[in-house]
């Protein structure tokens, strides 16, 4: 615990192997596409559909939890399920109501 405190990077151990520290994480959002249209054989994106996904990681069974952006963004990056204002992109702007576990 002390190495992370200070910064010092911790290597990870899965199946019983060394893994060397994660450097950099990246996460892709595309939106308004199909999957088929971004990582499929006829992609007008060769880099991004076959290129990157060779280099790191493609999550193929991630799925929206709602039909509009700002619940899948407020989700993505706090667990958070979508109220009835996220639901709907927050229409009207009003205080911002936080829901307690």
Same mark, same amino acid.
């Given at each position: 615990?002390?190495?992370?405190?200070?910064?010092?990077?911790?290597?990870?151990?899965?199946?019983?192997?060394?893994?060397?520290?994660?450097?950099? @994480?990246? @996460?892709?959002?595309?939106?308004?596409?199909?999957?088929?249209?971004?990582?499929?054989?006829?992609?007008?994106?060769?880099?991004?559909?076959?290129?990157?996904?060779?280099?790191?990681?493609?999550?193929?069974?991630?799925?929206?939890?709602?039909?509009?952006?700002?619940?899948?963004?407020?989700?993505? @990056?706090?667990?958070?399920?979508?109220?009835?204002?996220?639901?709907?992109?927050?229409?009207?702007?009003?205080?911002?109501?936080?829901?307690?576990?």
């Amino acid at each position: 615990m002390a190495g992370l405190l200070a910064g010092a990077p911790t290597p990870s151990r899965a199946a019983g192997r060394d893994l060397p520290p994660v450097g950099h @994480v990246f @996460v892709l959002l595309l939106e308004n596409e199909s999957y088929g249209t971004t990582f499929g054989e006829g992609s007008a994106a060769p880099y991004l559909g076959r290129t990157l996904p060779s280099q790191g990681a493609l999550l193929r069974q991630y799925y929206a939890i709602g039909h509009s952006s700002l619940d899948n963004y407020i989700a993505l @990056v706090s667990g958070q399920a979508p109220n009835r204002q996220t639901q709907l992109d927050c229409g009207i702007f009003s205080g911002c109501q936080l829901t307690q576990p």
